[in-house]
């Protein structure tokens, strides 16, 4: 298992509509938040490499939206999907429905969300069974091998 290097090539790629705001120092800087989200060592739960650049690039593209100023305008800081929007003295609401405080987060943008319906099987509990012991006490532990007295 290795460890991603952020390539600035294949994030444009991806985000062609993001690579003319944001240029390669900026999304380097936002590739190394990324990695306090998705842990980027061979301890990841994502274990294949092409996968978890994939990840990481929605989060580089995630947190790029959320902050980047992209065609002259500054984020908009809301969270949520627009629920109603007027024009005349600008009136919008926005809902984030019955999400967790991390989903909202992640929802924000489509790349966050994107993410966060990508990493659902990750954010599951693994149980990993012990080893299972046997108390009889004329099993010597032999295979099926027993003793008596």
Same mark, same amino acid.
């Given at each position: 298992?290795?460890?991603?290097?952020?390539?600035?090539?294949?994030?444009?790629?991806?985000?062609?509509?993001?690579?003319?705001?944001?240029?390669?120092?900026?999304?380097?800087?936002?590739?190394?938040?990324?990695?306090?989200?998705?842990?980027?060592?061979?301890?990841?739960?994502?274990?294949?490499?092409?996968?978890?650049?994939?990840?990481?690039?929605?989060?580089?593209?995630?947190?790029?939206?959320?902050?980047?100023?992209?065609?002259?305008?500054?984020? $908009?800081?809301?969270?949520?999907?627009?629920?109603?929007?007027?024009?005349?003295?600008?009136?919008?609401?926005?809902?984030?429905?019955?999400? $967790?405080?991390?989903?909202?987060?992640?929802?924000?943008?489509?790349?966050?969300?994107?993410?966060?319906?990508?990493?659902?099987?990750?954010?599951?509990?693994?149980?990993?069974?012990?080893?299972?012991?046997?108390?009889?006490?004329?099993?010597?532990?032999?295979?099926?091998?027993?003793?008596?007295?």
């Amino acid at each position: 298992m290795a460890v991603v290097v952020f390539s600035y090539s294949d994030w444009a790629l991806d985000f062609p509509l993001l690579a003319p705001w944001v240029d390669e120092a900026q999304t380097t800087r936002y590739f190394l938040r990324a990695e306090l989200i998705l842990n980027n060592t061979d301890c990841s739960p994502v274990t294949d490499a092409g996968q978890r650049s994939l990840l990481l690039n929605m989060l580089v593209a995630h947190i790029a939206l959320l902050n980047a100023v992209i065609n002259g305008t500054l984020p $908009s800081g809301l969270i949520g999907r627009v629920t109603e929007a007027t024009e005349g003295s600008v009136k919008v609401s926005v809902d984030a429905g019955a999400m $967790s405080g991390s989903a909202a987060w992640f929802a924000q943008t489509t790349p966050g969300y994107e993410y966060w319906l990508a990493v659902a099987g990750y954010r599951n509990m693994r149980y990993v069974p012990g080893p299972v012991r046997n108390f009889e006490p004329f099993y010597n532990g032999n295979h099926g091998a027993w003793r008596r007295s």
